[in-house]
Nanobody, 126 residues
Framework: VQLQASGGGLVQAGGSLRLSCAASRRTFNMNAWGWFRQAPGKEREFVAAISRNGYNTHYADSVKGRFIISKSNALNTVALQMNSLKSEDTAVYYC????????????????????WGQGTLVTVSS
């Protein structure tokens, strides 16, 4: 099952970007979703997650109040709206999904996710 992440690019500090992750309908409806990022020389870190039913979200402290994760059942996509971007947000961003038996579950650990997108590069210039 393929996850297609898109929307990365070069943006000035203080600007915004919107990342999107598309999946098949079967994958989308039964899964919880997350966004992670990996900066050069650093480990992959959690950014944001959303439950299967879309009602519960979690954010890393570093992005809380600036990033918003959402999902569209009509489009089978999960989005990450990134506002007030900082140079430290520069990284390759990955979307991930995993089957969620319970609709309210939110997952933050990378090893809780089975499927990963190819990554999209976000570069924030200061």
């Amino acid at each position: 099952v393929q996850l297609q992440a898109s929307g990365g690019g070069l943006v000035q500090a203080g600007g915004s970007l919107r990342l999107s992750c598309a999946a098949s309908r079967r994958t989308f409806n039964m899964n919880a979703w997350g966004w992670f990022r990996q900066a050069p020389g650093k480990e992959r870190e959690f950014v944001a997650a959303i439950s299967r039913n879309g009602y519960n979200t979690h954010y890393a402290d570093s992005v809380k109040g600036r990033f918003i994760i959402s999902k569209s059942n009509a489009l089978n996509t999960v989005a990450l709206q990134m506002n007030s971007l900082k140079s430290e947000d520069t990284a390759v961003y990955y979307c991930a999904s995993n089957y969620a038996r319970r609709p309210e579950i939110v997952r933050e650990a990378p090893d809780e996710y089975e499927r990963w997108g190819q990554g999209t590069l976000v570069t924030v210039s200061s």
